[in-house]
């Protein structure tokens, strides 16, 4: 019989690949979402890609009552939790909101989960969780130093997820600490199109590519790397997404598992921008600005362990990466997004 996995953050931009990914290997998929930073559409375009409407209740996963309706109506078998806010910036201005937001709902999940014998959760993690790297590449040992509030909100949960483990050692719990996620699915008709000026890179070259934004800006040109700008592993999100479906299914013995999804391999900004422009066959403009507060040199992972133990290997590379995101943006246009 197919299992069902409860998707919270499904509508977001790494829960509707995953959705994607779960529902072409099988499994039936129950998401809950309040939308705070996703679109009832995208609902229906995983039915678009897959042929299959999943399951949807619009509700905020910190509302105990609503959470536990769902899982009385339906049989869950494993839980994947994305539901979170993640902007880095925003946490620094107003933690409470994400102490709040991160922490409480996870709580609530975990009450909800016993409540109905639940015992698989694989939680999205962050590669932020390191903060200032130890060495490199990042491996799952180093010492986890997070510098925002949001990344203290991430880490603060693996110490809950160790605590439920701790007491319930029949439980299967699994954190994935994501490095850059870039890119959509190659139908274009997912992935990740930020309202307003984006915080991360590639969603900014996009909007300039498109000519929402007028040009790219560097945030620091005197980094100890290559080039002198920084330095990120860049992983596709189908990637990430399958690293989930091979998450559930491989790990099917009670334990607390920790893997970082990564490519192993950094790029600069100035490399990032030079494959984006490849794919939408412009010359964007950039502009050398200070640094962002805050940001790091260089930040890599270690994939070692979960291809060792996964045997997860990333398939795509950043051309594939900067052109299934412009496909996206030039689907989203043909849309009037
Ligand atoms: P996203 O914002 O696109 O998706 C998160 C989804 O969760 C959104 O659809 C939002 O509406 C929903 N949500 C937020 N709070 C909720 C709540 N209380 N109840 C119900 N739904 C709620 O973000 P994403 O990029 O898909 O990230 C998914 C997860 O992965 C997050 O937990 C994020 O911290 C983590 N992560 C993301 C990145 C990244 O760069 N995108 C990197 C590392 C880790
Ligand atoms: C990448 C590189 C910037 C924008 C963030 C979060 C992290 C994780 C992933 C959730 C850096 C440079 C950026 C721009 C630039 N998210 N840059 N101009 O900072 O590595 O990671 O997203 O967990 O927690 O911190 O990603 O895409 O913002 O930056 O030069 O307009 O691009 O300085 O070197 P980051 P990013």
Redesign the pocket.
Known sequence: MKKNILV?????????HTSVELINAGYNVII???????DMEVIDRIKEITGTLPLFYQ????DEKALDEIFKINKIDAVI??????AVGESCINPVLYYD??IM?TLVLLKVMKKYNVGTIVF?????VYGEPERLPLDEDCALNPNSP?GRS?LMIEQILKDIYSANKEMIVVVL?????VGAHKSGLIG?NPKGIPN?LTPYLAKVATGELSCVNVFGHDYNTPDKTGVRDYIHVCDLARGHVIAVEKLLSSGYYVYNLGTGRGYSVLEVIAAFERACNKTLPVKFTDRRPGDIASYYASPIKAEKELGFKAKYNLDDMCASLWNFMLTEKSRGK
């Open positions: 919270t953050g499904g509508a977001g931009y790494i829960g509707s809950v979402d309040n939308l705070i930073n996703s509700i905020d996963i910190r939790h994305f539901a979170g806010l993640k937001n991160n709902s999205s993690s962050s590669a932020t949001y991430k600490r994501y490095f850059n996620p990740e991360n």
